[in-house]
């Protein structure tokens, strides 16, 4: 027999809550370890939000409803693309801060230069964003480089660290230069709406040498718009 509307929607609701009190336990959980980036298991939260989707998308629109929750499950474990290339060598670096002070080298490596910036100011749950970092390093006259590391933060509207990653741009021995590096990530489906940020930070041999962040701005589903009806528009045939 089947359910009725007035059943339909109460299950519907009381559903996603339940989804949305188990995520909210996850991505309040404290971190495991300094290895441990995310704040929660990828597997375990795909899993629990796609099943409680597929039931909240209901016999027609299962899949859909699977896919969405799994998105739920997946905002705070982000998988990441990372690409570094470079622009200058050490050699055009150094000559350059040469011209511009005395003829002379820092003696230790100088970041001159750390910017980010996104393609993408706004975006919706399942697109993908790129981060692009602009990267300046002279080489130091007496201590060399043998480390650049770049690590990204995404913090949630509420200033909720979500992700974590550290990628190096330079190869070991690179000596400096300028780099460009991209970073790309995409909304899961059901991302809580509002304004997220993408904090780096740029690191020479293990010590902080410089800040920067970009903000994207997620949208809200429309006015009146639920959960179901947002499965229901998905076309994931």
């Known amino acids: 027999m089947p359910m009725s509307r007035p059943l339909r929607l109460l299950r519907h609701c009381g559903l996603a809550l339940a989804v949305g009190a188990a995520l909210a336990g996850c991505a309040q959980s404290p971190r495991r370890s300094a290895a441990s980036e995310d704040p929660c298991n990828p597997v375990v939260g795909a899993v629990i939000g796609g099943v409680a989707g597929a ?10 409803g699977a896919l969405l929750g799994a998105g739920l499950g997946a ?94 741009p330079a190869p070991a021995g690179a000596g400096g230069g300028a780099y460009v590096s991209t970073l790309q990530f995409t909304f899961p489906q059901g991302v809580p709406p509002g304004e997220y940020k993408v904090q780096s930070r740029l690191y020479v041999n293990g010590a902080p040498a410089k800040t920067s962040a970009v903000t994207i701005q997620v949208a809200r589903l429309a006015a009146g718009e639920t959960v179901v009806a947002a499965i229901d528009r998905m076309d994931l045939r």
Do not use: M, W
Not at 55 to 64: A, E, S
Not at 80 to 106: C, F, I, M
């Open 55 to 64: 039931v909240i998308g209901g016999d027609r629109h299962r899949t859909r």
């Open 75 to 168: 905002l705070a474990c982000v998988a990441y693309n990372y690409q570094a290339s470079q622009t200058k060598t050490a050699q055009q670096v150094g000559d350059e801060y040469r011209k511009a002070n005395n003829n002379q080298l820092p003696p230790a490596p100088v970041v001159t230069t750390y910017r980010t910036e996104t393609t993408r100011p706004t975006a919706k749950g399942g697109d993908e964003v790129t981060v692009r970092s602009n990267i300046e390093v002279v080489p130091g006259a007496k201590e060399p480089l043998r480390e650049l590391r770049e690590e990204f933060v995404v913090v949630d509207p509420k200033g909720v660290e979500r992700s974590k990653i550290a990628k190096t």
